[in-house]
């Protein structure tokens, strides 16, 4: 929200018509923490560092959060790469650029890899296209589900990866 709204502030644009300029395939974010957006048929080049510090600060923050739960084990590894689902991950640039500012491997999770699906309405045809719409409730699927009065299943990071959806 705050990338778009930043790129709003700058293309003077409403704040309804910026997740449409946003969600073009061909918005790149740039290791100078640029967006690229095409606005009117012209590429723009929209400064998003302060969001993007914002975004670094919480994902530095969830890193060491994970790495203090089984620390005797993380630095060693196991918490190399992150999984990441979302709007931003999509965009061209992203998991580079934050993977190396955070410090750690940054990978794509797209919930419909590997599924098939054979709706073939119109009206679905943009889901498919737009994966990263199914963050929440693909994090919740992953999550671990007990009853009311049941204790959670023993913590574990599976195969090294952290999973922020």
Do not use: W
Request: hydrophobic share 35%.
């Amino acid at each position: 929200n705050r990338l778009v709204h930043c790129l709003a502030q700058t293309l003077r644009i409403s704040e309804e018509d910026a997740p449409a300029v946003f969600d073009q395939r061909s918005t790149t974010l740039h290791p100078d923490l640029t967006l690229s957006v095409d606005f009117g048929g012209e590429i723009q080049h929209v400064d998003v560092s302060q969001p993007m510090e914002s975004l670094y600060k919480e994902l530095r923050r969830l890193i060491t959060y994970f790495r203090t739960l089984k620390a005797d084990r993380s630095y060693r590894g196991l918490m190399e790469r992150m999984v990441v689902s979302g709007e931003m991950v999509s965009r061209p640039g992203f998991a580079e650029v934050v993977g190396r500012t955070v410090g750690i491997s940054i990978h794509e999770l797209n919930p419909f890899v590997g599924a098939t699906c054979s709706l073939s309405s119109e009206d679905v045809a943009p889901l498919r296209n737009t994966p990263h719409r199914f963050t929440i409730a693909l994090g919740l699927a992953m999550s671990e589900y007990t009853l009311p009065g049941e204790k959670p299943g023993k913590e574990e990071v599976t195969n090294g990866y952290a999973v922020a959806a």
